[in-house]
């Protein structure tokens, strides 16, 4: 993958997830009521900010090289 485009679709990803957090934990945009579908929304966004971070990494990487 190209190394900008690895940046910016990390960037992209971790300020998006960063922004549906803040966003919806403020206003409780998604109020589904339980428990477990905090769980899932919070697993959600941490996997998103990690991929993002992933690809930051792997792109910076990349321009080492």
């Known amino acids: 993958m190209n190394k900008y485009l690895e940046i910016l679709l990390g960037l992209i990803l971790l300020v998006g997830a960063i922004l549906a957090w803040i966003y919806t934990a403020g206003i409780g945009l998604w ?7 905090d769980f899932l929304k919070g697993g959600l966004v941490w996997i998103v900010i990690l991929i993002g971070v992933l690809f930051i990494i792997l792109g910076i990487s990349d321009l080492k090289e």
Do not use: K, R, S, V
């Open 31 to 37: 109020d589904f009521g339980t428990p477990a579908w």
